[in-house]
């Protein structure tokens, strides 16, 4: 299939990997020279050490399979494209508006890797609603078997199970069906726990490390839940507690205020070296 991905972030970078270890034809589409360059270091860097670890036979060889541009015009030809930018409203809006005149295809799918912000939201910048969902994957991408197919109220059957079939038969994920609604099913439980984590550190009741290690070794969990902000970034967790907030006014998923100020003080997690931990 040929596939586009926007974005060559965490995200965009570890989809394009996923699709193209699936020999998918792979156009990634990232905003200036500095970030189309990052965007393939950050390909190639995590395919060499899927190639280290013998998950694959040759990391240059999927490589083939993966070009990274900067002009979303590079787009045209594609069957599906999957946004991965940042998880911002407008500026999702906008992208979809492009999309939607640049795709030529008219079955062409037009999907979002968004956390949190509802899918019919992101279709009406476009005039083919049905062909508009949500296919959501879980960091890191490579190693996490979970995709999200979330539908709108005016996605077709037949786009929604095209993009099933695209993540399950072709990528060798696991899909389940998300209602659009802020936060979709993981997030939804995921985010709040995490914010529940914060609040106890900000409180003084205990110490991030000492929160981490009761859930690794308490609860079985892979890693604790101030370190998995710092994965997911704490930019992005604070903009999926804002998304849920928004629509369900929950008082527990607003951002806490220690995770509104680690934000504006540029300390997003590991991708900027410095969150509830330093990398
Ligand atoms: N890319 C590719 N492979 C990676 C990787 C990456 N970024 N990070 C780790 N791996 C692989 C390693 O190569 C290793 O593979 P092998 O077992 O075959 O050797 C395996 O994953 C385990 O890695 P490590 O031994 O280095 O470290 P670990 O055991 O501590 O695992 C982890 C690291 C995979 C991140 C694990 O801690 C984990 O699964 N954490 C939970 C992650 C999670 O919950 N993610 C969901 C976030 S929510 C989200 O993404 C949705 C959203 O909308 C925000």
Same mark, same amino acid.
């Given at each position: ?6 974005? !060559? ?5 570890? +989809?394009?990997?996923? !699709? ?35 998950? #694959?036979?040759?990391?240059? $060889? ?19 494209? #999957?946004? &991965? ?6 500026? /999702?809006?906008?992208?979809? @508006?492009?999309?939607? $005149?640049?795709? /030529? &295809? ?12 509802? #899918?019919?939201?992101? &279709? ?50 696991? @899909? ?17 726990? +995490?914010?529940?984590? +914060? ?23 892979? $890693? ?7 994965? #997911? ?15 369900? /006014? ?20 590991? /991708? ?8």
């Amino acid at each position: 299939m040929r596939v586009g991905v926007v974005g !060559c972030g965490l995200m965009g970078a570890g +989809i394009a990997e996923v !699709c193209a270890r699936a020999g998918q034809d792979v156009v990634v589409v990232e905003s200036g020279r500095e970030r189309v360059e990052a965007g393939r270091a950050r390909i190639s860097h995590s395919l060499e050490r899927a190639q280290s670890k013998g998950k #694959i036979e040759s990391a240059a $060889q999927v490589l083939e399979n993966i070009s990274v541009e900067d002009d979303l015009a590079a787009l045209a030809d594609r069957e599906l494209v #999957i946004e &991965a930018v940042v998880e911002h409203e407008q500026t /999702k809006l906008e992208l979809f @508006a492009q999309l939607d $005149q640049i795709v /030529k &295809a008219t079955d062409a799918i037009l999907a979002s890797n968004t956390s949190s912000i509802p #899918i019919m939201k992101i &279709a009406t910048a476009t005039g083919r609603a049905s062909h508009v969902l949500g296919i959501h994957f879980f960091n890191p991408v490579p190693v996490l078997s979970l995709v999200e197919i979330v539908p709108s109220l005016l996605t077709s059957d037949e786009t929604t199970r095209r993009a099933e079939n695209f993540a399950q038969e072709v990528l060798g994920k696991h @899909a389940i069906r998300s209602p659009d609604r802020a936060g979709f099913v993981v997030n939804a439980l995921l985010v709040p726990f +995490i914010l529940s984590a +914060i609040r106890m550190l900000e409180s003084g009741f205990a110490t991030a490390e000492d929160i981490d290690e009761g859930l690794v070794r308490g609860a079985a969990h892979p $890693q604790g839940p101030l370190r998995l902000a710092d994965l #997911i970034g704490l930019d992005t967790t604070a903009a999926i507690a804002r998304s849920l907030y928004d629509e369900f /006014k929950e008082p527990l998923f607003a951002p806490p205020p220690l995770l509104s100020r680690m934000v504006e003080a540029g300390l997003l997690g590991r /991708k900027s070296g410095r969150g509830f931990y330093a990398y």
